[in-house]
């Protein structure tokens, strides 16, 4: 008789979802009941016996826990059906990220599905861990907030930030962050050998998400300014931060806050100074890499890099899981 | 008053009408004064003055040639309205490269629509060059044939292929080959990393268009195996083609048949003996580069190259331009 | 007190052998207490406590096995140099796959810096596992024999291909296979957006080796065509064969006739009819791929691929390290 | 009688010396005489009937001029021959950028070779037309100060950076930037699905050219953060740069201004609002694109692209040789 954790997985033909039956299939304590994609239905699981079914025809009752990496909105009213069988959620898409109806519909432009179930826990573990036990539901960050967080965090936590002074984060992520339904920006020919900036500056989405977790850690700063760019890889997310710091500390004392605040987080390394953060340090890994540059004395800039569909998306959503599970943090994870 | 060749583009947004704009613009001959596309349309074209338009607002009957790089079937029907209105046409699809009405059910699996204009010269000059000049309607040859049919030429004609021993073509392709349209199959993240089959042995559309034009040269040769996979590259072409040859004629003697029979032709250069043919002699060049290895007596292996868009595409389509208008046959291609 | 396999890897640093230590690493019987590079020494090594040491500060007399990804010729000095002390050698250079000082110098050029050690079983298990056990040197395969070997071996066993017509090898590999040390060839410009054949034909130093295991299987076969490509991948080989059947065989029958061999080989997937095997199906993984295409019934299109890395090389060298320690060949490789 | 201008291309087989070929070999007013390459020499000249020669047999005296593309104290040293001999010189290694033998020796490490043709005209011609006419030697500038100074050249003529916030340059370039000689960090593996920052902060030898010429044109600015980024593709080179204004002039007078400064500039686009420019604009082309983002009031992110090898050096030697000999300045390069 087996007493592993039903879990059940939406959307996971996408990038994400493929990521998290990946884990998943390699959890000690979880079974995997089924896996859905309505695209791909009937083709094997790679790894597994299973094959992707219908969603309709997700035996949802059976599951203890569903992982859902749908589209937004469609994400809300799936977490709703799970959660009003008793079935716990860990949600991958936007929908329960920002805490208010107001704020989701100013970055998504339409009402929230399902307002009565904010706020939502925030799926950061390495921030937000105290939050995420006993839950019935979370809310997975996105790949840019996740990279963004983790590199300003023990600077947000340790209130070094000028108040005046922008955050500026250039953002670079590989192509498996847009989807994998095809699109024109997508396109082989469009992505090879080139770079794109899209929505710069204040205009991405996920503007909204960062500031909202950066203000809910420390509320004087200055100006987020966020440009991503598509950079012609498959995969990994890297966010160059450049930030101004307040008088009383200087950013040669910067690799020893960030030493001490990860010391323990075995998915986070910071790296030797010296040492700069690549993508390699973390494609097909659970981890974040961090490197850090003092550049003058007020100035620091910050790499932090993470596989945006592992830290980025995946591995949050296990860590998270263990945690509402109460099993330790990392299991399937190291 | 100009007395330029006034010419239009329909479907210039795809990858291979691109190119038709791209070289018409630079043809010293030719005005362009149209170029649609319905996806695109309102789009600047970039280096005119011109932008894209809905293929219903084009002024047809102002236009003394079209250029048409559109799907198969929606190609003939367009051919046939200029044809009906005095415009002569270069046929970039499929429509018209099979010179009969049942070889078309058989490989597009559809009745041909307008089967009174079967055949239609085979735009390849170099083969072909006689049967192109004073013509209304030139049909250009697809990417692999071309390719395919250069690097054979000069065996074929010579009459030197064993009869009983098949002709194997493995053949890669650059991505844009695959045409404009996102899919699947033409996906960032399933392309990058990856090589791919498709297609293989007989089943690949090509196939019966390259057997027809190497039975008009040879009637006398084996089986043709052909597989094509898609490489990870925006452009470029290469067959490797391993064929048997007639005991009387030896592989050490296929370097200077070739050069023989490609010495006056400015586009297809034949590499030294020892040297290789690389998808970097042609990328966005006009030209096929071609190299020979005499495996052992009977056994050669060729190697023929081209950029699919240009000598693949659009190249051929202008070299059938200016003949059919009498004009140098590589002028605005050198 | 440990009772684990003391192991040592030379060469480490280099693709194959980062590999191998990789393998390792995870290995439950397996302790590795060193691993040397002369280029990186001193540099950690990613998921150990250990760093790269010289070779010479290397005590081999500690080990009970070193696995050698040495150049050729270094590394049969350093295999005579164990085998002398008692210690056991996995050696994945090309200096013990050729049976005879005679072939060798006929194809590197030199002579054998130790004939009296050849011939050395060859390290293929999939095709040569009886003779792999209580061995105390084994010579593990090229990635090109691999890939095309395992793709031929059912055909070659059944003694169905024609006696009179070539086995033509269209091969493809990643730029790994070229070695870690930067050359011309190797630099990023070079190979982005390109495709390049190299030895072509008879001309590989592979040849030699495909040629001498086919003749142990099954002397009656027509000439090797081998051409090896150099794709713009970083891991990952194909080779895409092109074979004639004997009469009284058909290429109908290939499918089941591969799926019987390859029944109980954990680590080679006979793909079912219809889809083709790409890089995508190996890298990363420990396993071959092959997908069969029945051209006509007298020609077969065998497509095999590996990563070049593993299974066409650390994963062949594990395989045969456990078959040496007669621990289940595919620990750690599962 | 030929009145064409006699040039010669040291350095000639390096990326940047091919594309000063490249461009020469299309000039109607020069006649190319030697190319120079030591490692190449015998190489046929792609487009030309020349091969490359070895240095020393270049006859230096037979030139009007000769471009260096050698590497730097080299490249000083070729300069003063040629000049003490009457040929005149367009330099485009670092040598001759910086205008003190002070600051050479603080961000070259070494004293300047000839010190007493310190300071040379800086070849920007957009920034710096008026000084490159009858001169004898230019120094052409880096791929990344070009990029950076035409993305900021606006502002810093119109006094309207605020005086004490951070000028930030993330900046990312394509692997020809990084010199054909092979080398780890350039080797295909190394670089492919990766993103790499090198020389962060102040470090990158750049800083100390782009700092000067932006004093020379506005000397109240506040500090330059630079960080360079290895990007996995041949050629282009974006610098995002993000920064603060002074009061008196909001982010939404950026685009008017960048229009009007570069409105008779040819070769330097500023796209329309709403627009990125990215990769695809400028690589292949003679151009610089640039866009502008005005993220808040203060707040300006600029994206800047050039071809490293063409408008980042060849395009600008050329520009500077046309200035130089009193041609018109875009002869060859529209």
Not at 151 to 163: D, S
Not at 295 to 318: C, E, F, M, Q, W
């Amino acid at each position: 008789m087996s007493t592993k954790i039903r879990a059940g997985v939406y959307g996971a033909s996408g990038y994400a979802g493929q990521n998290v039956v990946e884990i998943l299939l390699g959890h000690p304590d979880v079974e995997l009941i089924f896996a859905t994609s309505n695209t791909y239905s009937g083709t094997p699981i790679p790894g597994s016996n299973l094959a992707y079914i219908p969603s309709e025809e997700a035996d949802l009752s059976a599951a203890d826990v569903v992982f859902l990496a749908l589209p937004h909105r469609a994400s809300a009213q799936m977490a709703a059906r799970a959660l009003a069988v008793g079935v716990k959620v860990i949600d991958l898409s936007a929908d329960f990220r920002l805490d208010t109806p107001e704020r989701y519909q100013e970055w998504y432009g339409a009402a929230h599905p399902h307002p009565e179930l904010l706020p939502v826990p925030y799926g950061l573990p390495e921030i937000n861990r105290a939050n995420l036990q006993h839950t019935h539901l979370v809310a997975v960050p996105g790949c840019y907030p996740t990279t963004t967080l983790l590199g300003l965090y023990p600077l947000l936590k340790a209130h070094v930030l000028a108040e005046n002074a922008p955050i500026i984060v250039d953002a670079k992520s590989g192509v498996s962050g847009a989807g994998r339904e095809p699109k024109p920006t997508t396109h082989f020919v469009e992505v090879f050998g080139n770079l794109s900036p899209y929505n710069p500056g204040r205009s991405h989405r996920h503007v909204g998400e960062i500031e909202q977790e950066i203000h809910r850690i420390n509320g004087n700063v200055g100006t987020l300014i966020f440009t991503p760019h598509l950079l012609p890889v498959d995969r990994g997310l890297m966010a160059s931060i450049y930030v101004t710091l307040k008088p009383e500390f200087s950013s040669d004392q910067a690799q020893s806050l960030f030493e001490e605040v990860y010391e323990n987080e075995p998915l986070v390394d910071v790296l030797p100074p010296g040492q700069q953060a690549t993508l390699k340090h973390v494609v097909r890994t659970n981890r974040c890499a961090i490197s850090l540059t003092p550049v003058t004395s007020p100035y620091l800039h910050i790499t932090s890099v993470t596989d945006n569909l592992r830290k980025g998306a995946a591995t949050l959503a296990v860590q998270s899981f263990n945690l509402m599970f109460e099993l330790p943090e990392f299991t399937a994870l190291l």
